[in-house]
């Protein structure tokens, strides 16, 4: 029955075949200070925010794991 399941599945588009372990979640992180970035879980999905109060930003989490600055107030 395995042997079937995997022929199925390499059978499918690869957006398909990804298994749970691929599968990421966003997550909202809140912070004091940008240098809380660094504390923060390395394992949020790409797209996931950080709020900073000091100075107030926002931030996303991109492809390469790296918070990138997406608004300042």
Known sequence: ?????EEMRAKLPMQFRLGSFAVGY???YTCDSV???KSI???????????VADPPSTYKKDST???ILQRSI
């Open 26 to 28: 966003f997550v909202d």
């Open 1 to 5: 029955m395995i042997s079937s399941f």
């Open 65 to 67: 794991g790296k918070w």
């Open 41 to 51: 879980p390395e394992n949020g999905a790409m797209g996931s925010l950080a709020f």
């Open 35 to 37: 240098d809380d970035l």
